[in-house]
Nanobody
Framework: QVHLVESGGGVVQPGGSLRLSCATS????????MGWYRQPPGKQRELVAY???????DYADFVKGRFTISRDNARNTMYLQMNNLKPEDTAVYSC????????????WGQGTQVTVSS
């Protein structure tokens, strides 16, 4: 059974920071491009960023310069460092274990809520 476990969400004030983590199995982590997606309230799920096994990254325009995606091969964990958070970043953030050209085709984690509010 494939598991992706996210953590690190919470409530933060505008301008604050959070770091999300997505831990999975070595089998998934070592061969797949992985990605972060989010679903704001009442909206469709959207791509945030993805990272390949050789650390090539791509970001949605609305997070460029604020968010950084990374992966730790020793821990089989992907991260999303989110800085200068804005209220419009409020969403459920989920990781996907296989991404092809930005399209999520793998298993999903359970999601973690990020709320940016003063």
């Amino acid at each position: 059974q494939v598991h992706l476990v996210e953590s690190g969400g919470g409530v933060v004030q505008p301008g604050g920071s959070l770091r999300l983590s997505c831990a999975t199995s070595r089998e998934i982590f070592s061969i797949n491009t992985m990605g972060w997606y989010r679903q704001p309230p009442g909206k469709q799920r959207e791509l945030v960023a993805y990272i390949s096994t050789n650390d090539t990254t791509d970001y949605a325009d609305f997070v460029k310069g604020r968010f950084t995606i990374s992966r730790d091969n020793a821990r089989n964990t992907m991260y999303l460092q989110m800085n200068n958070l804005k209220p419009e970043d409020t969403a459920v953030y989920s990781c996907n274990g296989a991404v092809v050209r930005g399209i999520p085709i793998g298993y999903w984690g359970q999601g973690t809520q990020v709320t940016v509010s003063s």
